[in-house]
């Protein structure tokens, strides 16, 4: 029997809505495989046990997170009772930074069923390789005097290494996909980090000569994604620049409610986190509205970087039947529950 | 009669099909009013006038241009014979910076005729206030060591003086239209900038109780362009941000063809320049489909920068009269030229 240890953070809002959700499908999906099993703990890490206890996490939360196989989060943040840059700093990003998780990978594409706001949508299938360590998301800045010559700094700093590791993890994704990657710059504006980008762009390509590879600047790229996001195979891009392009990717499929990201930490040493794109949707919570499919899609992320592909596959395939035979929730323009989408996935689950 | 002496600038591309398309719509406009004539000297500085001169303009270019009302800019950039950093920052650049045009404004709204990529597009009417002179911008930073060590790092400098210059303006501008201000953020992910970028909104929204106002994340705003573009009434932006919102919603219109600019010089010092989103489009150069309505849009916003408001307003409506008829260039799905739309529209002045 092989057993996977999952530590599961609901986190806040909706998090703790869709995470039981998709701990059901995974447990279901288990006994689909027969010798798998799940053994989850659960953390109540949230902006209301901020308000308890002072901080995000107990100063021990990273070292009882650090035997898990994975980390299963929901969402992170109620700006209504604690500022964002208190949770996400204090939970959030600060797994993503101290267990290494380098690579922030979200998927966007076209699902069975689900209709995109798009009019004549082709059919599109990419893969954002986001940096998830530096970039413009650095910790280095600050401001200087007050008042009307008050300045603030804010130092984006690019390592070869990180760059050049983000990137490697593009090619070689890609060499398995379409064997094609295209880099979100802007160096025709930002001069010192975007033509370094550029450069260690060019050096990585040298070593896969196999792959098709195209640069274009964060503005067009935006625009790119929805004019044409079936142009686009896998796309490697900055922190900030890969945050932005994966929320218009979203909403290019339909919802931000179905789209998956995986935090991996690439060498190693830490767990990875698996945490769907949306947040919290403190408007929406405890109507039993929302969308289980982005943790659920994110659920499948968990299963193939475990090693379970062919679960994972299995599971997208029965997603993809339950949405395409419209079984859907009120952000993609149907009335059914959490609960009925996720029944619904687990009940076809069984029947395999 | 009033005399509008406007130094044009085609530049590189459909630049130089855009911009005489557009004069002949002014001066048809001017005989329009009849007590309104322009006087327009022409500049050859382009890529290609870089290969012969060393230079995108001579080095008395910008003093030059400073004696004139107002400066129209076609496109400039031609990456295959001149690196994007030099005949960018040579020229557009270098007058948006020297001449103080620290406002760059944007509008974005459905137009009669034209169809959106969405498929179920509400109405909608939107203007993004770019800050148009620091912020990501910055020329401060540089790299460190060679090799595997090599790290870039990107100073972003936002003063309180620019941030709240492009917020007033944003306000002043809100409060002429329908009351209501959305700020682009990323605080919770970059801490240093944009939580001062908030601190500036929430001081100056306080000297304009009247106005509607509201955060949003570049990410969750970049998706919302795309699925509520209705929701926006003006958007105020750092450099970066507003480059890459007013792409999109240049896309979500119908056409990067077809969306304006003006970078504004608001202290008086030096003129104004008027330049469309497109860029120099190599791919359709020297086929005659180019779409003039950016450029028409422009040089509209170029009219109401030079007290011609009335002029303006009639130059867009017989705009939207030709689109909405249906003649249209190949972006947009029609087959007419450049020279077809462009003489439709004047054609219609004449009738006037
Ligand atoms: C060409 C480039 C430097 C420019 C910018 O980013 O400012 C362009 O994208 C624009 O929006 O005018
Ligand atoms: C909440 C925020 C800091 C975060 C980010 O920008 O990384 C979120 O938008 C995401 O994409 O996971």
Redesign the pocket.
């Known amino acids: 029997m092989k057993i996977l240890k999952i530590a599961s953070i609901p986190g806040d809002g909706i998090g703790r809505e869709v995470v039981p959700a998709a701990i059901k499908v995974l447990e279901a999906i288990a006994d689909v495989h027969g010798g798998l099993k799940f053994e989850f703990v659960e953390y109540p890490w949230s902006c209301e046990y901020y308000l308890e206890h002072g901080a995000m996490m107990p100063e021990d939360g990273l070292e009882r997170l650090k035997e898990f196989d994975g980390i299963f989060l929901g969402a ?2 109620n700006p209504k009772i604690v500022p ?1 840059h208190i949770s ?1 700093w204090g939970l ?2 600060k797994i993503r930074r101290e267990f290494e998780q380098t690579i922030n990978l979200r998927p966007a594409k076209m699902m069975n069923g689900i209709r995109s706001p798009l009019a004549n949508p082709k059919d599109f299938d990419l893969i954002v390789i986001r940096e998830n360590s530096e970039g413009e ?1 650095s910790t280095v800045g600050g401001t200087i005097y007050q008042g009307e010559d008050e300045i603030a700094i804010q130092n984006a700093v690019f390592s070869r290494k990180a760059t050049e590791r983000a990137m490697r993890y593009a090619f070689d994704l890609a060499s398995k996909r379409r064997s094609r990657v295209t880099s979100a710059t802007k160096s025709n504006g930002i001069v010192y980090s975007m033509p370094f980008w550029d450069n260690v762009f060019k050096d990585v390509s040298k070593d896969y000569p196999d792959i098709q590879t195209d640069s274009q600047h964060i503005d067009a790229l935006a625009a790119f994604f929805v004019t044409q996001p079936e142009r686009f195979d896998v796309i490697v891009a900055s ?1 900030l620049f890969g ?1 932005i392009l ?2 218009i990717g979203a909403a290019v499929m339909g919802s931000i409610g179905i789209a998956p ?1 995986a935090n991996i930490n690439v060498n190693g040493k830490y767990p990875s986190m698996f ?1 769907p ?1 949306h ?1 919290s949707a403190p408007d929406i919570v405890g109507k039993g509205i929302a969308n289980p499919i982005g943790q659920i899609w994110t659920a499948k992320m968990m299963l193939d970087h475990l090693g379970e592909e062919e679960l994972g596959h299995q599971l997208l395939d029965v997603v993809e039947g339950v949405t395409g035979d419209g079984i859907l929730t009120p952000d993609l323009g149907v009335r059914n529950t959490t609960k009925e989408v996720t029944e619904e996935i687990i009940h076809r689950l069984q029947a395999l």
């Open positions: 992170v943040g964002d996400l959030l990003i998301y922190n945050d994966t929320d990201a945490e794109v947040g």
